[in-house]
């Protein structure tokens, strides 16, 4: 498409702009809306994140995951951005991977930090990425928020996104140290249906991601939360006897039965 | 309504409100700091350590932009490792806070940091060194930043004095932070305090509650 002098092509510039003219709005960035919290307990940490993903007003994805691996003990939650969120813990993911195989060792949560730290800062903020970066390594759990400056927060429980406060609120009021496994999901799910139910930015479902020293659980769509009630079955089928027969007529046809094959034209 | 946003209040930087002081006495420093961070009206971090380690004894204070001041914090840590290494023993004060103040100045156009760095060095014993924006650096024997700081010039030009001992020391740094708090909506959480002495480096923290109530305000009530 376009042409072929090499470098740049900016063809689409003038169409978007005479579209714009007729009164045709450019698409906005996905943005994640979101609400995303993690929490520290006494065996690991519990991330978790709604899955609602918006472009402007309209839900862009009921259901789209904001709970992005980073390293097999390291995982991070995602708000501001989507492409922004997937591509700079793609990247920091790869970039940890590399550093295994170089150092011989677990990767650390601060570690992958750090590199996410130093990308955002380098770009001032316009990289929009907000993060909530947990994992468990050799020295226990750690739970980071990093903002899209590039500033860090070390915290036992933490909330980012729009339904932040909702979330938050839950956090404080319910928080308290070296919790069980199930106290520590149930508080994050409770964090995060606050966010679903208040925010508008927020929706759908929970998903829920605890990490420990012996390994992870992906709890994808842990709740449904806003389910469809009513599911359409298509076509439809339609029981004997749903329309009333008043008349029946029978009429036989002439039909002309052909012996053999009509083969259709396969080679060209 | 911008403010209340908080798609929006996020992707403003993270703002140290703050209030930070530093104070030297005979044989050492005490350095304190507020722990609220905001992004909008919204308060990111309550309980955030505002005061952040350069080398062994000597210590940063940030107020300010807190993604600058983090950058900066590791460019100069970075570079005192580096430093001590090839001295082959511990960085000097005046050394430690002149690295900061180049990064300062020098990038003054792109920064929003005002720093406060003290410590202990066999050369000069305490010291406390003001880096405000703009990059100056002053030694001086204490000083007071942050939006919280504004409030207290006063009542710091009065009760300073030049001979406090290292309990004194403290009891002003904690005095002065309450004040600050008090009337600034940037700061706020907890106290923390380092102090700084030829004997190594002690961290106090004062939770929010357990602070004196100032005129008008009442006192933390019992259950808390």
């Not at chain 1, 150092?103 to 955002?120: F, Y």
């Not at chain 2, 919204?42 to 380690?53: G, H, S, W």
């Not at chain 2, 700061?187 to 002495?197: D, E, H, K, L, Q």
């Given at each position: 498409?376009?042409s072929n002098?090499?470098g740049?092509?900016?063809?689409?510039?003038?169409?978007?702009?005479?579209?714009?003219?007729?009164?045709?709005?450019?698409?906005?960035?996905?943005?994640?809306?979101?609400?995303?919290?993690?929490?520290?307990?006494?065996?690991?940490?519990?991330?978790?994140?709604?899955?609602?993903?918006?472009?402007?007003?309209?839900?862009?994805?009921k259901?789209?995951?904001k709970?992005?691996?980073?390293?097999?003990?390291?995982?991070?939650?995602g708000?501001?951005?989507?492409?922004?969120?997937?591509n700079?813990?793609?990247?920091?993911s790869?970039?940890?991977?590399?550093h295994?195989?170089a150092?011989?060792?677990?990767?650390?949560?601060?570690?992958?930090?750090?590199?996410?730290k130093?990308?955002?800062f380098?770009?001032?903020?316009?990289?929009?990425?907000?993060?909530?970066?947990?994992?468990?390594?050799?020295h226990?759990?750690?739970?980071?928020?990093?903002?899209?400056h590039?500033?860090?927060?070390?915290?036992?429980?933490?909330?980012?996104?729009?339904?932040?406060?909702?979330?938050?609120?839950?956090?404080?009021?319910?928080?308290?140290?070296?919790?069980?496994?199930?106290?520590?999901?149930?508080?994050?799910a409770?964090?995060?249906?606050?966010?679903?139910?208040?925010d508008l930015?927020?929706?759908?479902?929970?998903?829920?991601?605890i990490?420990?020293?012996?390994?992870v659980?992906?709890?994808?769509?842990y709740?449904?939360?806003?389910?469809?009630?009513?599911?359409?079955?298509?076509p439809?089928k339609?029981?004997?006897?749903?329309?009333?027969?008043?008349?029946?007529k029978?009429?036989?046809?002439?039909?002309?039965?052909?012996?053999?094959?009509?083969?259709?034209?396969?080679?060209? | 309504?911008?403010?209340?946003?908080?798609?929006?209040?996020?992707?403003?930087?993270?703002?140290?409100?703050?209030?930070?002081?530093?104070?030297?006495?005979?044989?050492?420093?005490?350095?304190g700091?507020?722990?609220?961070?905001?992004?909008?009206?919204?308060?990111?971090?309550?309980?955030?350590?505002?005061?952040?380690p350069?080398?062994?004894?000597?210590?940063?204070?940030?107020?300010?932009?807190?993604s600058?001041?983090?950058?900066?914090?590791?460019?100069v840590?970075?570079?005192?490792?580096?430093?001590?290494?090839?001295?082959?023993?511990?960085?000097?004060?005046?050394?430690?806070?002149?690295?900061?103040?180049?990064?300062?100045?020098n990038?003054?156009?792109?920064?929003?940091?005002?720093?406060?760095?003290?410590?202990?060095?066999?050369?000069?014993g305490g010291?406390?060194?003001?880096?405000?924006?703009?990059?100056?650096?002053?030694?001086?024997?204490?000083?007071?930043g942050g939006s919280?700081?504004?409030?207290i010039t006063?009542?710091?030009?009065?009760?300073?004095?030049?001979?406090?001992?290292?309990?004194?020391?403290?009891?002003?740094?904690?005095?002065?932070?309450?004040h600050?708090?008090?009337?600034?909506?940037?700061s706020?959480?907890?106290?923390?305090?380092?102090?700084?002495?030829?004997?190594?480096?002690?961290?106090d923290?004062?939770?929010?509650?357990?602070?004196?109530?100032?005129?008008?305000?009442?006192?933390?009530?019992?259950?808390?």
């Amino acid at each position: 498409m376009g042409s072929n002098a090499g470098g740049f092509d900016f063809e689409l510039v003038k169409r978007n702009a005479l579209l714009e003219a007729k009164g045709v709005p450019p698409p906005r960035a996905w943005k994640t809306g979101t609400t995303i919290a993690g929490v520290i307990y006494k065996d690991g940490v519990v991330l978790a994140a709604d899955t609602r993903s918006t472009s402007g007003s309209t839900v862009a994805d009921k259901n789209c995951e904001k709970i992005h691996f980073i390293a097999p003990n390291i995982y991070c939650c995602g708000a501001g951005t989507a492409a922004d969120t997937e591509n700079v813990t793609a990247m920091v993911s790869s970039h940890l991977e590399l550093h295994k195989y170089a150092t011989g060792r677990q990767a650390r949560v601060v570690t992958a930090m750090t590199l996410l730290k130093s990308h955002l800062f380098r770009y001032q903020g316009h990289v929009s990425a907000a993060l909530i970066l947990g994992g468990v390594d050799l020295h226990g759990p750690h739970l980071f928020t990093i903002f899209p400056h590039g500033s860090t927060d070390a915290l036992p429980y933490a909330t980012m996104g729009s339904g932040s406060l909702n979330a938050m609120a839950v956090f404080e009021a319910g928080y308290k140290d070296d919790m069980s496994r199930e106290e520590a999901m149930a508080l994050a799910a409770r964090a995060i249906r606050s966010g679903v139910y208040n925010d508008l930015g927020s929706g759908s479902n929970v998903d829920l991601c605890i990490i420990t020293a012996g390994g992870v659980e992906y709890l994808r769509n842990y709740e449904f939360l806003q389910a469809k009630t009513y599911s359409r079955v298509f076509p439809v089928k339609y029981p004997p006897g749903t329309a009333p027969v008043l008349k029946t007529k029978v009429t036989l046809s002439e039909v002309a039965v052909i012996e053999g094959v009509e083969s259709m034209e396969t080679d060209s | 309504m911008a403010d209340y946003d908080v798609t929006q209040s996020y992707m403003q930087d993270i703002s140290l409100g703050t209030s930070i002081i530093a104070v030297s006495f005979k044989g050492g420093v005490v350095l304190g700091a507020d722990s609220r961070t905001s992004s909008g009206s919204y308060v990111a971090n309550r309980v955030q350590d505002k005061i952040t380690p350069l080398a062994d004894t000597v210590y940063l204070c940030r107020s300010g932009s807190a993604s600058d001041t983090q950058a900066i914090a590791s460019y100069v840590q970075y570079w005192i490792a580096e430093h001590q290494a090839e001295k082959n023993g511990p960085v000097d004060v005046s050394t430690a806070a002149n690295l900061a103040m180049q990064l300062s100045y020098n990038n003054k156009n792109m920064l929003q940091a005002g720093l406060i760095i003290a410590g202990w060095d066999k050369q000069g014993g305490g010291s406390v060194y003001a880096i405000p924006l703009g990059g100056t650096l002053l030694k001086v024997p204490y000083t007071i930043g942050g939006s919280g700081s504004a409030y207290i010039t006063g009542w710091c030009d009065k009760y300073w004095r030049d001979d406090f001992t290292e309990e004194e020391a403290r009891a002003f740094v904690v005095k002065a932070l309450t004040h600050a708090i008090a009337r600034d909506a940037s700061s706020g959480g907890c106290v923390r305090t380092v102090t700084i002495t030829q004997a190594g480096v002690k961290r106090d923290f004062i939770p929010g509650t357990k602070l004196a109530a100032t005129f008008g305000e009442l006192p933390t009530p019992a259950s808390r």
